[in-house]
Nanobody
Framework: QVQLVESGGGLVQAGGSLRLSCAAS????????MGWFRQAPGKERAFVAA????????YYADSVKGRFTISRDNAKNTVYLQMNSLKPEDTAVYYC?????????????????WGQGTQVTVSS
């Protein structure tokens, strides 16, 4: 079992930055590929970014490529999402997730553990 707790959300103006953190506890964090997803009001949860267990491979949704960076610190059992050049359309609840196995994934159904989410609001 893995427990995930997100933090770092908040209200920011368009063009600003935020860094989200996801602290993990439970089973060995360093063996899990991790992902960030987001859900805006009235929309389905959508893939944002993912990272391999070693941090050597990263994947991004086209909508955030070049603006967001996912990273992890296995010594601290934490994964991060650095968000720059934020836009109002980035407003959503952001969730981190962990999955078993070794393959990185981009679909919600492929993840086994989820955090409770953190709200990000970008004002225009």
């Amino acid at each position: 079992q893995v427990q995930l707790v997100e933090s770092g959300g908040g209200l920011v103006q368009a063009g600003g930055s935020l860094r989200l953190s996801c602290a993990a506890s439970g089973r060995t964090f360093s063996s899990y590929p991790m992902g960030w997803f987001r859900q805006a009001p009235g929309k389905e949860r959508a893939f944002v970014a993912a990272i391999s267990w070693s941090g050597g491979r990263t994947y991004y949704a086209d909508s955030v490529k070049g603006r967001f960076t996912i990273s992890r610190d296995n010594a601290k059992n934490t994964v991060y999402l650095q968000m720059n050049s934020l836009k109002p359309e980035d407003t959503a609840v952001y969730y981190c997730a962990a999955k078993g196995g070794t393959l990185v994934a981009t679909e919600t159904r492929q993840y086994d553990y989820w955090g409770q989410g953190t709200q990000v609001t970008v004002s225009s």
